[in-house]
């Protein structure tokens, strides 16, 4: 029997993404089913991906499916449940080995629902998750270009100053601008005939708090493999991993400025609330000055 004694005041974590990708089923392949337009994978995986030329990718149903997986999540998973729209025949998936992933194919969006059972002898309940399925490209903000990113800033003087750009009004692009920009488009779109993967991938981090002793040690003995420096495939298999923009592979870069972002919004807040307060001192001045205007009369 699993020993079950749990680890008081400890806590150990491990890094995991859940989403999914999906591709343009060429036409000449839709023989079976005429509307499934596309073939999509939803998976459960490590945050690292393997290296470019590892072997798991020769596993995977599309080409461009070169996120996470590095790590094998049955040290702590025991299966994970897919939950699909009602009109897929067995629309409930059981997985109870890795790649914790299933592949179908389809033409609708839909949300699907991701239950994580964990190892016995973890003695944690099974959690739920849910994704999106994403079919369709993401669309690109017109006005993201005009804007720096302050959280890449380095200083809270630069913070400031960048706080200040993007309060000021939008620059104007003259005609010799939109033209360059409307070219590097087509020639982005004449790459090739069918459009990117699209990827939808989220990470998260699985805490266990104060754990078994029997999991503290299989984790401990199994720690997951780092997060690469920087992204280390071609930026034509992920132009974006999700909606916050980010191309290529989950890096410790993507990290870091995940961090910095995070700064950038605490930094904003505080002088959101120190020009509230402001505010507030002036208006409970001149309502001061009122009321002893009023009593002179």
């Known amino acids: 029997m699993a020993d079950k004694r749990r680890m008081r005041g400890i806590a150990i974590h491990r890094p995991i993404i859940y989403g999914s990708v999906a591709t343009v089923i060429p036409e000449e392949e839709r023989i ?3 509307s499934h337009n596309m073939r999509w994978t939803v998976a459960v995986r ?3 991906s393997p290296p470019p030329d590892s072997e798991i990718f020769k596993t995977r149903k599309i080409q461009d ?6 790590d094998d999540l049955s040290k702590f998973i025991r299966k994970v449940t897919f939950k699909l729209h009602e009109s897929y025949p067995n629309h409930i998936r059981t997985i109870d080995r890795e790649p914790f992933e299933i592949s179908e194919t389809g033409w609708g969006e839909f949300i699907i629902l991701i239950k994580i059972f964990f190892v016995t002898e973890s003695g944690e309940k099974p959690i739920q998750i849910h994704h999106p399925l994403k079919l369709h490209p993401w669309i690109e903000n017109p006005l993201l270009p005009l804007f720096k990113t302050p959280w890449l800033d380095q200083t ?7 706080s200040e750009s993007i309060n000021s009004p939008i620059p104007n692009h003259n005609h010799t601008q939109h033209s360059n920009v409307e070219n590097s488009k087509s020639i982005e779109m004449t790459e090739s005939p069918f459009p990117p993967s699209i990827h939808s991938w989220q990470y998260d981090e699985i805490v266990f708090t104060e754990p078994t002793e029997s999991l503290y040690q299989k984790l401990i003995e199994s720690p997951p493999t780092p997060l690469p420096l920087n992204n280390r495939f071609s930026h034509h298999y992920v132009k974006q991993i999700g909606s916050k923009g980010e191309s290529g592979e989950f890096t410790l870069e993507i990290e870091k400025n995940e961090y910095k972002k995070l700064n950038w919004s605490n930094l904003k807040i505080l002088i959101e609330i120190d020009k509230l307060r402001g505010k507030l001192i002036r208006d409970e001045r001149e309502l001061a000055e009122l009321k002893r205007e009023l009593q002179v009369l």
């Open 32 to 34: 079976e089913n005429p």
């Open 46 to 48: 490590s945050a690292t």
């Open 65 to 70: 499916d070169i996120l996470g997986g590095q």
């Open 156 to 162: 809270p003087d630069d913070l400031l100053k960048a």
